[in-house]
């Protein structure tokens, strides 16, 4: 039903008590990996969900990214389309320091290796899903081909993170474009912008999607279309680490959607499975199973 295209990362994670300068050295806690990705992290929410889902990705031949198809494969992922080779497992150095932010160095490897050529051999999937959900740890040509490979009455849902310049292709595809605050300022650009995320989401709008959806964190979402903005309210939770609550946000959503949600129906849905994922550790780790939804 949902064909994820986009990154698979291992996330190495070390705890400092502080960072080290130029030249300096510091020792820090012992070292965790975990997958991550937001295209891994997607497919994992989705099938946790209870979604039958496929991953487009590229991982490298080694350890990093046997740990990333066992984690999609535990989930219930179908892994036809995770591609083995030509560099490196994708990784993410991060730094944690005691008042929990994060510093973090992305080395993209095989991610940036899933070219526009790996979309179009992967035809059968695109057939056999009603929606394709992207995001920009990819290349942006690999994006602008699966829009190009979308099967009749296929939906196209983008989360373009990293921000970057969208062609008029793309974004004309997405329905919704899904951004948090950070991605609407960057994508808006230089464009001035008074009043709040509800004025972000109509100039967004105008930009050619058929929908947009703003993430707010604890406040919930908002819904954007030609029939007007409404707000999505947040569950009520104690957050405890929000790590990956925008890609269970998305693929709750994208699935939602291709189950034939209304647009605020699939947001109210994935405003609870994203309020699910940031009441535990982790991101893969921490996404709840359809009974922890309807639980909540
Ligand atoms: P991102 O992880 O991309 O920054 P957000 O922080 O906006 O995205 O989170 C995505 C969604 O997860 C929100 O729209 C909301 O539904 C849910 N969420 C995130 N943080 C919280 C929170 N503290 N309490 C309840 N829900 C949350």
Redesign the pocket.
């Known amino acids: 039903d949902l064909l994820v295209i986009g990154s698979a990362n291992a996330d190495l994670v070390i705890g400092v008590d502080r960072r080290p300068g130029p030249g300096e050295t510091v020792l820090g806690s012992d070292l965790a990996v975990h997958p991550g990705g937001k295209g891994a992290n997607q497919a994992v929410a989705a099938a946790r969900l209870g979604a039958r889902t496929a991953l487009l990705a590229r991982v490298g031949d080694d350890a990093h990214g046997r740990l990333l198809l066992d984690a999609q494969r535990a989930a219930g992922v179908d892994t036809v389309g995770v591609l083995v080779g030509g560099a490196p497992t994708g990784v993410a150095l991060i730094t944690v320091d005691p008042s929990g932010d994060n510093s973090i160095v992305v080395s993209p490897g095989a991610n940036g290796k899933l070219t526009p050529g790996d979309v179009r051999a992967a035809g059968s999937l695109f057939h056999a899903s009603r929606v394709v959900s992207a995001q920009l740890e990819i290349p942006l040509e690999t994006v602008v081909e699966a829009v190009r490979n979308l099967a009749p009455g296929t939906r196209f849902v983008l989360n373009p993170s990293p921000p970057r310049p969208l062609p008029a292709e793309v974004l004309a595809a997405c329905d919704p474009l899904i951004v ?1 605050e ?1 991605e609407a300022k960057a994508i808006l650009g230089d464009v001035p912008v008074g009043g709040g995320a509800a004025d972000w989401a109509r100039i967004l709008l105008a930009r050619g999607p058929r929908s947009v959806v703003v ?4 406040q ?2 908002l819904v954007a279309s030609a029939r007007g903005v409404d707000l999505v309210p ?4 104690d ?1 405890v680490d ?1 790590t ?3 890609d ?2 998305t693929a709750a959503l994208a699935w939602r959607l291709g189950q034939g949600d209304a647009l605020a129906d699939a947001a109210a849905y ?2 609870r499975v ?2 699910a ?2 009441t535990r550790a982790g991101a893969q780790e921490a996404y709840p199973t359809r009974e922890e939804v309807a639980a909540l």
Do not use: E, I, P, Y
Request: hydrophobic fraction near 60%; proline fraction near 0%; avoid cysteine.
């Open positions: 948090n950070h993430t707010l964190g604890a919930g979402a947040a569950v009520r939770v957050a929000t990956g609550a925008g269970a946000f994935a405003v994203g309020a994922a940031v």
